[in-house]
C-alpha cells in the first residue's frame, strides 16, 4: 500500500516541486531588482536579528518572503526526493536525480546565505558580487536540471545515465554561459539604470551590449542544434516536440529581450526574460540527455 502510494504521488510531486522551484527564483530576481536582498540586514537565517520581522518595511517584507518561500522549497525538495526514493527502485535514474536535487538545494541556500552575509546584496558593486552571481546561476541552473530529470526519469527502468553526446554538451554550455551574462546584465540594470548608464563607465554597464550578442550567437547555435536533432529523429516523436519547442523558445526569448532593451529593462520584463530562460535550460536538459538516446520512451 505504501509503494503504491508513493508511485502516484511521485510524479505531481515532482512536478509541483519543479514548479514552485520556478517561482522562488522568479521571486529572487524581483528581490535583486527591488534592490530588497538587505531587506533582513546581514543577519542569516534570522532576519534582522529575529525570527519574524517586527513592524517590515517593503524591501524587509520582500527579503523575508523570499527566505520563507526558499524554505518552504528546500521541505519540497527533500519531500519529493523521499517519495520520489520509495517509488522506484534502488539504482534508478529518478532517485539519482532526486539525490542531486537534495544536493544542490543545499548549496543553492548556502550561496544565498553567503551573499547576505558578506553583504553581496543591494547596492554593491563589487566584481566579487558578479562573480557570486555567476556562481548562484549556475548552481541554480543544476538544480532546475535535478528536478528537471527526477520528473523525466519517473518509472523509469534504466540504470545507466544517458550522458548527453558532444552536441548536447555544447547546448547546455551556451545555455549556461549566455544565463550567466544575462543574470550579471541583469544586475547592471538594477545597479545602473539606464537613464544613468552615461555617467559611469563600470564593466556592468559594458556588458548591455555584449551580452545581446552572445544571446544572438548562443541561440543561433541552439537552434542548430535543435534542427540537427529534428533531423535525426522521427517525425512527432519526443526529441523532434523538444527540439521544435526549443527553437520557439529561442524566438520567443530574442523577442522579449529586444522589448526589455528598448522599454529599458522594466522589472516585470526582466522576471519575464528570466522565466524564459530557466525553461530554454529545462528544454535544453531534456533534449540533451534524450535527444540522441529517446531515453524517455
Request: glycine content about 8%; proline content about 3%.
Amino acid at each position: 500500500m505504501k509503494k503504491l502510494t508513493s508511485s502516484r504521488l511521485a510524479s505531481p510531486l515532482a512536478i509541483f516541486t519543479l514548479v514552485f522551484t520556478l517561482l522562488v527564483i522568479l521571486w529572487g530576481a524581483y528581490v535583486r531588482a527591488s534592490g530588497s536582498g538587505a531587506g533582513c540586514g546581514a543577519h542569516w537565517p534570522l532576519c534582522n536579528g529575529n525570527v519574524l520581522p517586527k513592524s517590515p518595511g517593503t524591501k524587509t517584507f520582500v527579503e523575508f518572503f523570499h527566505r520563507a518561500t526558499s524554505g518552504l522549497d528546500l521541505i519540497l525538495v527533500f519531500l519529493s526526493a523521499w517519495i520520489t526514493r520509495s517509488a522506484n527502485p534502488k539504482g534508478s535514474l529518478a532517485r539519482k536525480a532526486a539525490a542531486a536535487s537534495v544536493f544542490f538545494i543545499l548549496t543553492e541556500a548556502a550561496v544565498g546565505a553567503g551573499l547576505v552575509l558578506l553583504r553581496l546584496v543591494e547596492n554593491d558593486q563589487s566584481t566579487l558580487r558578479a562573480f557570486a552571481l555567476a556562481i548562484h546561476l549556475t548552481n541554480t541552473f543544476l538544480l532546475l536540471a535535478a528536478l528537471s530529470l527526477q520528473v523525466f526519469w519517473q518509472r523509469s527502468d534504466a540504470k545507466k545515465i544517458p550522458w548527453p553526446d558532444r552536441l548536447g554538451w555544447i547546448s547546455l554550455a551556451v545555455t549556461t554561459f549566455v544565463g550567466i551574462t544575462g543574470a550579471i546584465t541583469a544586475l547592471g540594470d538594477t545597479l545602473f539604470p539606464a537613464t544613468e548608464a552615461h555617467q559611469s563607465t563600470h564593466f556592468l554597464i559594458r556588458l548591455r551590449i555584449i551580452h545581446p550578442i552572445l544571446a544572438i550567437l548562443g541561440g543561433t547555435a541552439l537552434i542548430a542544434v535543435a534542427r540537427k536533432r529534428i533531423l535525426q529523429a522521427r517525425a512527432g516523436d519526443v526529441t523532434t516536440q523538444t527540439a521544435i519547442a526549443l527553437i520557439a523558445g529561442v524566438l520567443i526569448q530574442w523577442a522579449v529581450g529586444f522589448v526589455n532593451v528598448a522599454l529599458l529593462a522594466p522589472t516585470a520584463l526582466q522576471i519575464i526574460h528570466l522565466l524564459l530562460a530557466d525553461s530554454l535550460w529545462i528544454l535544453a536538459i531534456r533534449l540533451a540527455f534524450f535527444g540522441k538516446t529517446n531515453a524517455l520512451r
